[in-house]
């Protein structure tokens, strides 16, 4: 399976984007996707997860209220909504997919890996 994600790009504080993750494989909406990201010079940090039929979904304490995690299955597509950018949500942003249907923080459950997109807040 095969991640890709898109999206990212500068933006000034207070505004949105919106990242998408494209699935290879169809049996991608057979299991959970999350998105993680790490900040410049952080570890890596847990972000959203969405369970396999998209109708529960888990957040960040720091993006809870502000970003959306979606999936269309029909287009093997994850998004994630991100309103009210602020310059501490900079960081590169990884989709990946879960080894199983259900939601989880724990990165080592997720076994595919999307290359990554660059958020960049500016204040």
């Known amino acids: 399976v095969q991640l890709q994600a898109s999206g990212g790009g500068l933006v000034q504080a207070g505004g949105s984007l919106r990242l998408s993750c494209l699935a290879s494989?169809?049996?991608?909406?057979?299991?959970?996707m999350g998105w993680f990201r790490q900040p410049p010079g952080k570890e890596r940090e847990f972000v959203a997860a969405?369970?396999?039929?998209?109708?529960?979904?888990w957040y960040a304490d720091s993006v809870k209220g502000r970003f959306t995690i979606s999936r269309d299955n029909a287009k093997n597509t994850v998004y994630l909504q991100m309103n009210n950018l602020n310059p501490e949500d900079t960081a590169v942003y990884y989709c990946a997919q879960s080894k199983t249907g259900y939601l989880t923080d724990r990165a080592n459950v997720y076994i595919y890996w999307g290359q990554g997109t660059q958020v960049t807040v500016s204040s």
């Open positions: 969405i369970n396999w039929s998209g109708d529960s979904t």
């Open positions: 494989a169809r049996t991608a909406s057979n299991f959970a």
